[in-house]
C-alpha cells in the first residue's frame, strides 16, 4: 500500500485548506483511509476517515462542522477539506490506512502510513 500525502501549508487562523492523498497497492476493496495528526510533544490524534466500501465518513469532535473527508473513486484518492481552522490544528498530518469495512478515527487501527504534510495555523 502506497498513501501520498499534499496540500499542506501555512495559513491564518480561520482560513481553509485541501489535503489529497493519493492511494494505491490496496489487494481489496474493503479498506479504510484517515487522515492522523500528531502536533509536537503530542499524541497522535485521528481525525477522520472514510470507508472505501461503505462510503461511510467518521469525524474526531475536534474538527465536527469544520473539516470534510471525501473519495474521489476514479482517481484514487481522499480529500479532506478543513475550514475555519484554528491555531490547534497545527500539527503533521498524514494520510493512513488499514483493512477493514468500518472506518474509526483511532489512530491505533492503521497500519499503511503516508509521509506526512505539514499544515501550520498562524493566529
Known amino acids: 500500500v502506497q498513501l501520498v500525502e499534499s496540500g499542506g501549508g501555512l495559513v491564518q487562523t480561520g482560513g481553509s485548506l485541501r489535503l489529497s492523498c493519493a492511494a494505491s497497492?490496496?489487494?481489496?476493496?474493503?479498506?479504510?483511509i484517515g487522515w492522523v495528526r500528531q502536533a509536537p510533544g503530542r499524541e497522535r490524534e485521528g481525525v477522520s476517515c472514510?470507508?472505501?466500501?461503505?462510503?461511510?465518513?467518521r469525524y474526531a469532535d475536534s474538527v465536527k462542522g469544520r473539516f470534510t473527508i471525501s473519495s474521489d473513486i476514479t482517481k484514487n484518492t481522499v480529500l479532506l477539506i478543513m475550514n475555519s481552522l484554528r491555531p490547534e490544528d497545527t500539527a503533521t498530518y498524514y494520510c493512513a490506512a488499514y483493512y477493514g469495512t468500518n472506518c474509526l478515527v483511532d489512530s491505533r487501527l492503521y497500519v499503511s502510513w503516508g509521509q506526512g504534510t505539514q499544515v501550520t495555523v498562524s493566529s
Open positions: 472514510i470507508s472505501r466500501y461503505t462510503n461511510t465518513t
Open positions: 497497492g490496496f489487494v481489496s476493496g474493503r479498506y479504510n
